[in-house]
């Protein structure tokens, strides 16, 4: 928006909604809901989840093994994003910092590793922990991807898509000449 006044004129930048949102109390809340998330974890798979995983059948304690690394790995991908951002919020470095390749989180969707009969099967307060990590990085990777993915939207170029990146890998290794 451009306002003139008696003989300048000043330019004024639109207010980012996102921009607002990343320093609210909203985010305030997120961060508590996650690094207390990450503190829960570490408690129960330190204490009652270790006992817990002892009593497992094979399967189960195999499935439990691999749930709880792909929790820890989803935690600590969402801590590491809240304490960038909370960086950023204080002051401590520049969104353009964060986004650097230097500093920025890799955020990818880490699912749950066991398929949902071996799931139902595991400890409640493991399968709780994942769903909620689950849900809590689902948001946070909306949240990113309003944040820093809208340079690449407002350039023009279109985002990158998994699927079209193995299509294009099919492709190549299948044309004539390869």
Request: proline share 5%; glycine share 6%; charged share 20%.
């Amino acid at each position: 928006m451009v306002q003139a006044s008696d003989s300048t004129e000043s330019v004024q930048s639109p207010v980012s909604f996102v921009e607002k949102l990343a320093g609210s109390e909203a985010f305030c809340a997120m961060f508590r809901e996650g690094m207390g998330l990450v503190e829960e974890a570490a408690a129960y798979l330190d204490g009652a989840g270790r006992e817990e995983a002892k009593a497992l059948p094979r399967i189960e304690a195999l499935a439990y093994a691999a749930e709880s690394m792909r929790l820890t790995t989803r935690l600590m991908q969402i801590a590491s994003w809240l304490l960038l951002q909370r960086a950023v919020n204080q002051g401590e470095m520049t969104r353009v910092q964060a986004a650097s390749d230097k500093h920025k989180v890799r955020l990818s969707p880490q699912e749950l590793a066991s398929n949902p009969d071996v799931f139902s099967h595991l400890p409640q307060r493991l399968r709780e922990l994942a769903l909620q990590s689950v849900r809590l990085q689902a948001r946070i990777i909306h949240l990113d991807q309003l944040i820093y993915g809208g340079a690449t939207k407002l350039a023009g170029i279109p985002p990158s898509s998994p699927v079209a990146a193995q299509l294009e890998r099919l492709r190549s290794a299948f044309s004539p000449g390869h």
